[in-house]
Nanobody
Framework: QVTVAESGGDSVQAGGSLRLSCAAS????????MSWYRQAPGKEREFMST???????SYATSVKGRFTISRDSAKRTVALQMNNLRPEDTAKYYC???????????????WGQGTQVTVSS
């Protein structure tokens, strides 16, 4: 079982910054893509950013240029640096871990419990 734990959520004023972390207890021989999503009350979960096992990144247009995703050398901890935060960024932020392989010993999708980010005007 892969476990996922987010941290770093807080309350911040508009224009401020936060750094979220996602720590995954993954199998050392399996590849993983790690992503950030967010979900505000009454809304669907929204994709924010992904970094794959090869270090390739992608971003939603709503956060491109403001948020930066990165990973450690072990590829098991991922950070989301969030700058120039806006009230519409208020949401619970979730880490998603995916092993995109045909190896059934590795393949799977796992989610953390989320960390709350609140941005006030």
């Amino acid at each position: 079982q892969v476990t996922v734990a987010e941290s770093g959520g807080d309350s911040v004023q508009a224009g401020g910054s936060l750094r979220l972390s996602c720590a995954a207890s993954t199998h050392p021989l399996c590849p993983y893509d790690m992503s950030w999503y967010r979900q505000a009350p009454g809304k669907e979960r929204e994709f924010m950013s992904t970094i794959d096992n090869n270090g390739r990144t992608s971003y939603a247009t709503s956060v491109k240029g403001r948020f930066t995703i990165s990973r450690d050398s072990a590829k098991r901890t991922v950070a989301l640096q969030m700058n120039n935060l806006r009230p519409e960024d208020t949401a619970k932020y979730y880490c998603k871990v995916v092993s995109p392989t045909k190896n059934l010993a590795c393949k799977g999708t796992w989610w953390g419990q989320g960390t709350q980010v609140t941005v006030s005007s």
